[in-house]
């Protein structure tokens, strides 16, 4: 049975997770299919943990970008902050692709825009990662555009990395039988 894979993206109002908190969550197949969650009020946090921990229950791998360093760390620190488990989440296999770039290509940079220059991908030259705690308060005031930038940033971010992990996939083929073997 083929494993069942999702690209993960999360937005954040901090790159410090004792600082800062969950602001949305993307879970995109591998197919393409693309889910958004996110938070209306600051309170919408531990919710919107649990609603995410509870979809991730339906895929076998999770793919990110800096996964490794940002998002799971990240998403460790605020379940553990709610008193939630974390370990549905840790005990996921994972593929960073930022990993799986640094470690078997030689490029001149691995952040993600110049990875998706080097494979011609296209990006939407919209709102940066850094410009979304600004853009959810202004969200939490009320602004549509806002919180539209932050999910259409979130969107592109997916729809970029379940292209990487499509032109990589022939340098992770082994990382997806194992999953396929422990589903």
């Known amino acids: 049975m083929a494993a069942r894979i999702v690209i993960l993206d999360i937005e954040t109002t901090s790159l410090e997770a004792d600082a800062g908190t969950l602001v949305s969550a993307g879970l995109m197949s591998d197919v393409g299919r693309g889910e958004y969650l996110e938070v209306k009020t600051t309170s919408d946090e531990k919710p919107l943990l649990l609603r995410l921990v509870k979809r991730l229950e339906s895929y076998d791998v999770m793919v990110t970008?800096?996964?490794?360093?940002?998002?799971?760390?990240?998403?460790?620190?605020?379940?553990?902050?709610?008193?939630?488990?974390?370990?549905?989440?840790?005990?996921?296999?994972?593929?960073?692709?930022?990993?799986?770039?640094?470690?078997?290509?030689?490029?001149?940079?691995?952040?993600?825009?110049?990875?998706?220059?080097?494979?011609?991908?296209?990006?939407?030259k919209g709102p940066m990662g850094l410009d979304v705690p600004h853009l959810y308060i202004r969200a939490l005031e009320g602004d549509r555009k806002a919180a539209a930038s932050i999910r259409e940033h979130c969107l592109d971010d997916l729809r970029a990395t379940r292209q990487v992990f499509l032109k990589l996939k022939p340098l992770i083929e082994q990382q997806l039988e194992y999953a396929e073997g422990q589903s």
């Open 65 to 124: 970008w800096n996964g490794r360093s940002f998002d799971i760390p990240f998403l460790t620190t605020r379940l553990m902050k709610h008193a939630l488990d974390p370990r549905p989440i840790l005990r996921k296999s994972h593929i960073d692709l930022a990993d799986i770039v640094k470690s078997r290509l030689r490029l001149t940079f691995t952040y993600l825009d110049h990875v998706c220059d080097f494979f011609q991908i296209a990006r939407k």
